[in-house]
């Protein structure tokens, strides 16, 4: 029984333990499933409030979007002048500060400017002036400017040092800090980052710009074309501008000048053809005229002069200038024997000289009128002379440039103007503009730099290429588009804009009166009348002195001047003048008087300034 027991006992604390194990199991397996179950619910809550935070954060984030406005402030409904105000948040950057040539009718003046009075409100803002190549209608406004804005000043390295140039010819040194921009530079700014890429233009080293925003790309082409036939310096960087397009851009600035040309332009290797063709045609001297700042037409003229053995002299000081900071940035391969002074001219056959010319801020226009006047000291044009204008005039240079023409032809010289096969223009035609659009793809278009029908045409092409109709923007001098999320709006006239004139020293400072005066006085001259008044008696002492500048051949007009002497002194004989204070008033009655007389007469309307003094 003992043994019966003991097993029984055994099996029965077997059992036990059994049952506790089963137990002890479930109490783990319910204590597991319990931890389990607050772990998942920590992590549930985790990833909820990750989800919470990060909706959160994406709301501040859109409020906190800054507000982006772009505004024209110059090169819309013009050419030239380009000058474009991009504002994000508290930060301004300015994109190009060019100038533009004065129309004719715009008498002494030497440069048109855009209006900065907003930019000099918010100086503080400026981030700087962010150039896309070295011609005027991009910089040359930088040197009339810089000292009311005082901020930075980015470009290329031969773009820089153009302005450099450009500053030094003008007499003017002021400290301004430059920026050397490469096309991989990037520079980073509180609320934007700004990049460059290369683009084609008829000088080397130009750049597009690009303005990375929080909202997306704001890019600017500056002026460019397309051209696979340049050498390596001059092309663009398609791959980076497509880039740009897949990145997404929020609003792109193009170049509109040339967009009411169909195709392609002549490439550069058709137009250095025709150039080679017209100096092989030439028997005695070659008188080249073009822009400074065009280094494609400058090296094929260039070539063709020096494979004919032709010496080179640098007429003006802005092409000299150019293309010696050319030469020294190695674009420009020429060797200082192939080039010779005024004074050398005579030393060499009429065959074996080329002269090389530009105005004085690279207007080519003037400076072969100046040629063609005899106005330059030991240069005349002769009768076999081969005279090769390679540009196209801007607009308000073309009346300029017909009377030139005329004059040479007069003179006898053999004329080469600008054909569409002589001169690759630098500025991108319809196809190549489709070009630009379909790469970087906008959501938002803005056309720039070109009269209004070069915008307008811009606009269409843009539609063809699938930029929405409401999302394309013409923008006029001043009109600033806000582009905030998916809103976009325009606000008419929103900043104070106008031509700034430049006249010598003078920013500014000339009037439309004083426009209109100038005008008047070139086409009917000044007439003046001087008379004495005594202090004690108020009455005229002596007879009145009339002198004239422009307005009559004072010989043949001598009945004229005399009868206006005549009607002074009646005047004054029969409104005495009771006190000194109505002189003001008196003059103003005899000027009057004066200005009836000599129009019945001579149809003319010269200016008339009276003078009078105390004795």
């Not at 080249?288 to 094929?300: E, G």
């Not at 040479?408 to 489709?434: D, F, I, W, Y």
Request: proline share 3%; with cysteine; glycine share 6%.
């Amino acid at each position: 029984m003992s043994n019966n027991s003991g097993i029984s006992i055994s099996k029965n604390l077997q059992k036990n333990n059994n049952n506790n194990n089963k137990k002890n199991n479930i109490n783990n397996r319910t204590s597991n499933n319990i931890l389990a179950a607050k772990e998942q619910n920590n992590n549930t809550k985790q990833v909820v409030k990750k989800i919470t935070n990060k909706v959160k954060s994406q709301k501040n984030k859109s409020k906190k979007l800054p507000k982006i406005s772009i505004t024209p402030l110059g090169g819309v409904e013009e050419v030239a002048k380009n000058m474009y105000m991009v504002e994000i948040g508290d930060e301004i950057y300015v994109l190009d500060a060019g100038l533009m040539f004065p129309e004719t009718e715009m008498i002494g003046i030497d440069a048109v400017i855009p209006d900065i009075s907003y930019l000099v409100r918010n100086k503080q803002k400026i981030k700087g002036i962010f150039l896309s190549n070295g011609h005027v209608s991009s910089m040359g406004a930088v040197p009339y400017i810089i000292d009311k804005l005082k901020c930075p000043v980015y470009g290329s390295k031969l773009t820089i040092d153009l302005l450099k140039n450009h500053l030094k010819q003008l007499g003017i040194k002021r400290r301004i800090k430059f920026y050397y921009v490469k096309d991989n530079n990037k520079y980073d700014f509180n609320n934007a980052s700004v990049t460059f890429f290369k683009t084609t233009y008829s000088m080397p080293d130009s750049l597009g710009i690009c303005i990375e925003t929080s909202q997306g790309n704001i890019v600017y082409t500056g002026e460019f074309k397309f051209d696979q036939s340049v050498s390596k310096e001059y092309k663009s960087d398609i791959v980076k501008i497509s880039t740009l397009g897949q990145k997404g851009v929020l609003a792109l600035l193009s170049d509109s000048s040339n967009a009411n040309v169909k195709g392609y332009n002549v490439p550069e290797n058709e137009a250095a053809e025709q150039i080679d063709n017209a100096f092989y045609q030439a028997n005695k001297r070659i008188i080249v005229t073009c822009y400074s700042s065009n280094f494609l037409t400058i090296s094929h003229i260039v070539r063709a002069a020096l494979a004919q053995n032709r010496k080179i002299l640098l007429l003006g000081q802005a092409i000299a200038a150019s293309i010696n900071t050319a030469r020294n940035m190695n674009y420009l391969q020429i060797e200082d024997s192939n080039l010779i002074t005024i004074e050398e001219l005579k030393n060499y056959p009429q065959n074996e000289v080329c002269i090389l010319s530009s105005g004085d801020q690279g207007e080519p226009i003037e400076a072969m009128k100046n040629i063609a006047e005899k106005k330059i000291d030991g240069i005349q044009i002769e009768s076999g002379d081969t005279i090769m204008i390679a540009a196209t005039p801007s607009p308000n240079m073309e009346v300029m440039l017909f009377q030139t023409l005329n004059l040479l032809v007069k003179l006898g010289a053999n004329v080469v103007t600008a054909s569409k096969r002589l001169h690759a223009a630098s500025h991108a035609t319809k196809e190549e503009l489709k070009m630009m659009l379909n790469m970087l793809m906008p959501k938002h278009f803005i056309p720039v730099q070109g009269e209004f029908r070069n915008l307008r045409k811009h606009a269409e092409i843009a539609a063809e290429t699938g930029v929405v109709a409401e999302n394309i923007h013409i923008l006029a001098k001043g009109t600033t588009l806000e582009l905030s999320g998916n809103k976009s709006k325009t606000l008419l006239n929103n900043v104070s804009v106008g031509n700034i004139l430049v006249d010598g020293r003078g920013i500014g400072d000339v009037e439309d009166s004083v426009l209109k005066d100038r005008k008047l006085l070139s086409n009917d001259g000044i007439f003046v009348a001087s008379y004495a008044i005594s202090k004690k008696e108020k009455t005229l002492v002596g007879r009145p002195v009339i002198q004239t500048k422009g307005f009559v051949y004072v010989k043949k007009s001598m009945e004229l001047i005399k009868e206006a002497e005549e009607k002074v002194i009646e005047y004054l004989e029969n409104n005495p003048i009771k006190s000194i204070r109505e002189c003001a008033a008196v003059k103003a009655e005899i000027r009057s008087m004066l200005s009836s007389l000599l129009y019945d007469n001579t149809k003319r309307k010269p200016i008339i300034i009276i003078n009078f003094s105390l004795v």
